[in-house]
DNA sequence: GGTCTGACTAGGT
DNA sequence: AACCTAGCCAGAC
């Protein structure tokens, strides 16, 4: 059947294409973690991919500030773990006294697709 | 080719 | 609560 033609057109984005598609769809304000942007970019399990991509990024394209791990830490360390908080805080995102995003309240959760 | 690292996470002790 | 382990996989060397 059509099979080359149906594998052409899933092929054309990358892992990494699909993980900043799904990061833009972070809406501002709200903040996804690590695992939650591989699963809804169809690559559950691979949440180490989805930092490494947020980490080779260039340019601000994409609101990778939006990403937090599952606790609500920020997982950058040294001063773009500032800009990110920064960042956030100016989109109302607050860090309590600990540091962490309160995921409850803050936590994207998308009406469609895939969980 | 192998080995190690990391912006991760779930599950176990 | 802290700590450990397995699974994950693209880069770097």
Not at 37 to 62: F, I, N, P, S, T
Not at 88 to 107: K, M, Q, S, T
């Amino acid at each position: 059947m059509g099979s080359v033609a149906h594998k052409t057109a899933v092929t054309l984005q990358t892992p990494y294409q699909r993980i900043y598609a799904t990061v833009r769809r972070i809406p501002p304000g709200r903040v996804a973690s690590y695992g939650q942007v591989a699963r809804l970019a169809g690559l559950r399990g691979r949440a180490r991919q989805v930092g490494y991509a947020l980490h080779v990024l260039r340019g601000d394209d994409v609101p990778w500030h939006r990403v937090v791990n599952v606790a609500g830490r920020i997982s950058l360390r040294g001063p773009s773990a500032l800009t990110q908080r920064i960042r956030l805080a100016h989109e109302g995102v607050a860090c309590d006294a600990n540091g962490r995003v309160d995921i409850a309240r803050f936590g994207w959760r998308p009406r469609s697709r895939a969980r």
